[in-house]
């Protein structure tokens, strides 16, 4: 059995005003991997201390969660190669969800991701005098707002999808009209064929606006992470194990469907297993400069993974230590 547990932090300077803080500007836990990384940690020590159990346990530090795809190079690299797995979970926190409680749901439960980058090339001017240039920074604001059509008009209504675009660059001064401009965003999806939908109509959409308005449009679309996936049998048995923890009442084996992203989807499209989210209280969303991973979590989850250890590889097979 594997347990995975992520441990890096976001280019995000940290706002909580807290003592045991950020000290590096710009870099912040606003994921609350740190706090992941303690709840392996804290398996791991218990089930060392005990050894309740009768098989082996693979305990799986992850480096480069955030957009970097270090789930997928650790599998390409041979992570279940040579460590061969029957089954493999993670965890993350949860803000919104109460302190003690899981949730999670079989079959697909967080989105695919791609990121999308169009490179505008129009033409310079004063500011003053645009008509003796071809402004970009208008072409990119018109693509902006035409790529919102795809999720509202070519993806079924009843299928999910998300185009956001996160940052526009364009130009160095008040009263210059650049030579060129720059999207950059992120796309989400869970069915392969919205996927397709999403590209064809992006670079579509980019390149014949550009066109349109006389200038050219570079469009790069890159996927990175596939859906999560959590497979029946394992998502079952961790649900149950969960129930074991805190009662079935803090247990939600139907959670709404997650348009964030994680590249765990990576190893469980290899070995079958299942990613649960524990409750994280009434803090700041993830991703958020006031975010703070909520230490009370930390009981229930090392539990939740020791006890799945446990129950895996009950005492009675051999090979189970004192």
Request: with cysteine; net charge negative.
């Amino acid at each position: 059995i594997g347990l995975r547990a992520d441990m890096d932090a976001l280019p995000i300077h940290e706002e909580t005003g807290l003592p045991h803080a950020s000290r590096n500007p710009g870099r912040m836990h606003a994921c609350g991997h740190d706090g992941h990384t303690t709840m392996l940690l804290g398996a791991a020590r218990y089930l060392a201390e005990t050894r309740n159990f009768g098989g082996t346990v693979y305990l799986i530090f992850q480096p480069a969660e955030e957009n970097l795809g270090g789930g997928r190079a650790m599998v390409e690299e041979g992570l279940f190669r040579r460590f061969p797995m029957e089954r493999v979970f993670g965890m993350h926190n949860w803000p919104g969800a109460p302190e003690g409680q899981f949730w999670w749901r079989e079959g697909p439960i967080m989105a695919a991701v791609a990121n999308l980058e169009v490179t505008i090339a129009g033409k310079g001017a004063h500011g003053a005098m645009p008509h003796q240039g071809n402004d970009p920074v208008v072409i990119a604001a018109h693509i902006v707002t035409a790529l919102q059509s795809i999720p509202a008009r070519n993806v079924g209504a009843v299928d999910a999808a998300v185009i956001s675009v996160t940052r526009i660059e364009g130009g160095d001064a008040y009263n210059v009209v650049p030579d060129q401009a720059a999207i950059r965003g992120t796309a989400r999806w869970f069915k392969p064929e919205v996927l397709d939908i999403i590209e064809t109509n992006m670079r579509r959409i980019a390149a014949s606006i550009a066109q349109g308005f006389g200038a050219t449009a570079e469009i790069d679309f890159r996927v990175s992470f596939a859906p999560l996936v959590n497979a029946t049998d394992e998502t079952a048995f961790a649900a149950d194990v969960a129930a074991e923890i805190g009662g079935e009442a803090n247990v939600n084996r139907k959670r709404d469907l997650i348009m964030a992203s994680e590249d765990f989807a990576f190893m469980l499209e290899k070995v079958p297993g299942a990613y649960i989210h524990v409750g994280n209280g009434d803090s700041a969303n993830l991703h958020n400069p006031a975010y703070d991973f909520n230490d009370k979590a930390l009981p229930f989850a090392a539990a939740m993974y020791a006890t799945l250890v446990e129950r895996r590889f009950a005492t009675n097979r051999p090979g189970a230590g004192s």
